[in-house]
């Protein structure tokens, strides 16, 4: 078993949103310091993963070999600061499927938990949508919010209990100081 998982949501966490959506490799321009955070997480020994719900394909707005293009790039990137991914899970379906993959749902996360053999307690979902906290709840993960994308509207909604960051690279540094030294990760 990995020494734990974070799992992040894509737009919003490790490159910037858009309301029209990211349709395009030249479109996917990574947040300052996402990437390096990363790549701190993989030296840290953590398994990370992207969980990220992806309509646009099941709107017909993105082809799923556009959106390949787009998530190569990023491991372009990621490679380049020494990091990694080690799975990208995506929702292609539109809102209106009533798949359980789509974020509120917690297919994607249980996905990624259960193909790293990571249990929930030892996992931590970042994301930065009301949506991402609510898949992690109902995964048994704790969700942590980043104001970057949608978080800083929601920041101010949320129980004082939820952890909010101002980006990726700002919550790095807290998820480091929580890990044993020995095993297992308990966010």
């Known amino acids: 078993m990995a020494r734990g998982c974070v799992l992040l949501d894509r737009d919003g966490v490790i490159n910037h949103d858009s309301p029209d959506y990211i349709l395009s490799a030249a479109q996917w321009r990574p ?32 082809a799923p070999a556009t959106l ?6 990023m491991h372009q990137a990621l490679a380049a600061v020494g990091g ?4 990208v899970f995506v929702c292609p379906h539109a809102p209106a499927a009533d798949c359980r993959c789509r974020k509120p749902r ?12 990571c249990a929930p307690e030892r996992a931590l979902m ?4 009301r949506r991402d906290l609510i898949a992690a709840e109902r995964s048994g993960v704790e969700g942590w ?8 509207a929601l ?17 790095v540094p807290a998820i480091l100081r929580r890990l044993p030294t020995t095993h297992g990760v308990a966010p």
């Not at 970042?126 to 949508?129: Q, R, V």
């Open 31 to 62: 947040i300052d310091g996402s990437l390096e955070a990363i790549a701190a997480l993989n030296a840290a020994g953590l398994t990370v993963a992207v969980c990220s719900n992806q309509s646009a394909v099941g709107r017909g707005m993105l």
């Open 68 to 73: 390949q293009a787009i998530h190569e790039l």
């Open 84 to 87: 990694h991914l080690d799975g």
């Open 106 to 117: 917690p297919g994607l996360l249980q996905q990624a938990l259960e193909q790293f053999d």
């Open 126 to 129: 970042i994301g930065d949508s």
């Open 145 to 152: 919010l980043v104001k970057t994308g949608n978080g800083a």
């Open 155 to 171: 920041a101010d909604e949320l129980s004082p209990a939820t952890p909010v960051y101002p980006d990726l690279a700002a919550a």
